[in-house]
């Protein structure tokens, strides 16, 4: 219905969804963006082709991401946008379970909409979660494990981890070489990892196997003309700075010469007004100036003729991440070069990399730094491997930070899921169907892996249950013979930190959505004409 209302003389008008419309409304909005997203959880999970409606790119992605895919579809109802935004944050936060927390979200409302159909008030049904949602955060910490105080041990549980987290990916088909290699990344990082430390760089050719880790930071440019390509612990300079001046540019101005020769000593006045600049460079004694934006034929020819190597054009994050690898600044002025603080590495060299020059920084001053090198046959294949490779590392750093590891394969659900229904035969009234309903939102997760895989996922699940009434629970579901198997000994194994975070937002956003009565379309206010007034 639409209602108009008056405000300090201006009229409002505004859509409004009152109700069981508002209420249905966002719950099937968020459900299905979780149904979206839904068949490509798990090891035998499916993928989505993006493609782009702009008719200048018509970009096409294929991904099983779920941030990814999300964040690439454009989405109307604002429920729908609480589970997107959810995803995001999953990604921020810990790269992995992005497609979890939103299928279990959308698990919740399911089963929400079920108790509102039986007029269960929201706000009873929100009582029931929250008593729900602190056993099972409980039952996930009593399954966990910390073995940080074993390196081997710990590296192991990293590796499967990695494992774990990349079965589901484009390089599943090499698993143990890219889980090792992930790893290895991660470990150089020490115990309190900073990623940024890592480069990721894509080159096309060759296939996945191909890709490596080396110890070095690679920087996907090359030298100017003419200059040297090897150097010997170097002095590296690092800016920011405009260096394509000695040409006339005057835009949206006019300029009244009396001869072309005036133009002529225009144009000369800028070149030596960059050829200033550019001493001022010079005089600050470095071996290799490393710039973000370009560096024009003139400028550069008068560094070379100095000695000096130069990089132009070293994008944005690369500039960023090469300043804090080699201890460097970013500058931008060059008066005072006593204050300047310049970067350091042992040796620079240009390295080819399939028929690509690039140029590699050794024995960089933080020496955890690396790059991860991904070659594949397609850019297609390329960037969905980074995306795999980037959920892995993000994963894997903040396991070392937090240490404590689960058991993957649908264990944890099902552990959690029973402590739950423990609960609710303690507690009276309708709040008891709400717990049950959470235990059922938690159980789905093992029946959304089964179903994915094509196996029979109602034999699977009450066999899983079964064994963990007897005790077992580390028992969850072996998706490559679709049977029930010890997760331990297959090495399933997940980050408590996705796992715990993915429950607490899932349970957040279902909640939020949950407690919606009305939902109101306005128009922003019109600004008036004060003369009008």
């Known amino acids: 219905m639409s209602v108009s209302t008056a405000n300090e003389g201006s009229v409002l008008n505004a859509q409004v969804s009152k109700g069981e419309n508002a209420q249905l409304s966002s719950l099937v909005g968020a459900i299905a963006v979780a149904d979206l997203v839904k068949t490509t959880l798990g090891p035998k999970g499916m993928d989505k082709i993006l493609q782009s409606t702009d008719p200048s790119t018509r970009s096409v992605t294929v991904t099983n991401d779920g941030a990814t895919i999300l964040k690439s579809i454009p989405v109307e109802n604002p429920s729908a946008k609480i589970l997107v935004d959810i995803s995001k944050t999953q990604d921020m936060e810990v ?69 774990t987290t990349l079965s589901s990916k484009v390089v599943s088909a090499e698993l143990e070489y890219f889980s090792g290699l992930c790893t290895d990344a991660v470990l150089r990082l020490g115990p309190n990892p900073n990623i940024e430390m890592i480069q990721v ?146 040796y620079v060299e240009e390295i080819m990399i399939g028929e690509d020059k690039v140029i590699k920084f050794s024995g960089v001053g933080q020496g955890q730094a690396c790059t991860i090198v991904l070659r594949g046959s397609s850019h297609h294949i390329i960037a969905e491997a980074e995306r795999s490779v980037h959920d892995a590392l993000c994963v894997l750093s903040q396991t070392v930070k937090t240490s404590r590891i689960v058991l993957g394969g649908g264990a944890s659900e099902i552990y959690m899921a029973m402590k739950v229904d423990e609960l609710a035969r303690t507690v009276p009234g309708k709040q008891q169907l ?89 128009a922003p206010r019109q600004r008036q004409d004060p003369r009008m007034q």
Request: charged share 25%.
């Open 434 to 522: 709400a717990i049950e309903a959470f235990a059922r939102a938690l159980r789905s997760i093992p029946v959304i892996l089964a179903d994915n895989g094509g196996y029979d996922s109602s034999e699977l699940v009450s066999e899983l249950r079964v064994a963990h009434n007897a005790g077992d629970s580390w028992m969850g579901l072996d998706m490559q013979q679709g049977i029930v198997g010890d997760m331990r000994e297959l090495g399933v194994t997940e980050s408590y930190k996705s796992k715990s975070q993915s429950l607490k937002s899932a349970h957040e956003a279902a909640e939020m959505i949950l407690r919606v009565d009305d939902i109101i379309r306005a």
């Open 95 to 163: 790269g992995d379970g992005t497609t979890s927390v939103v299928v279990l979200a959308g698990e919740l409302l399911r089963e929400a909409e079920k108790l509102v159909m039986l007029k269960i008030h929201p706000q009873t049904i929100v009582a029931g979660w929250r008593k729900a949602v602190r056993v099972a955060l409980t039952a996930l910490e009593e399954l966990s494990q910390d073995n940080s105080a074993d390196p081997e041990v710990f590296r192991q549980d990293l590796l499967n981890i990695a494992q």
């Open 201 to 346: 760089l894509k080159k096309g050719g060759g296939q996945l196997r191909d890709s490596y880790l080396d110890d070095g930071f690679i920087l996907d440019k090359s030298f100017g003309v003419s200059q040297n390509k090897v150097l010997t612990n170097p002095k590296i300079l690092i800016a920011n700075t405009p260096m394509d001046t000695d040409k006339i540019k005057i835009f949206g101005a006019r300029v009244r010469v009396s001869s072309v020769a005036k133009v002529a000593e225009i144009e000369q006045a800028e070149k030596e007004k960059m050829r200033r600049k550019v001493q001022k460079i010079i005089d600050h004694g470095a071996d290799l100036f490393i710039n973000r934006q370009l560096i024009y034929n003139y400028p550069e020819g008068i560094m070379t003729d100095a000695g000096m190597s130069t990089i132009e054009h070293a994008d944005f994050e690369g500039v960023e991440r090469l300043a804090l690898v080699l201890g460097s600044e970013i500058v931008s002025t060059f008066d005072s070069p006593e204050l300047v603080n310049f970067g350091t590495c042992e």
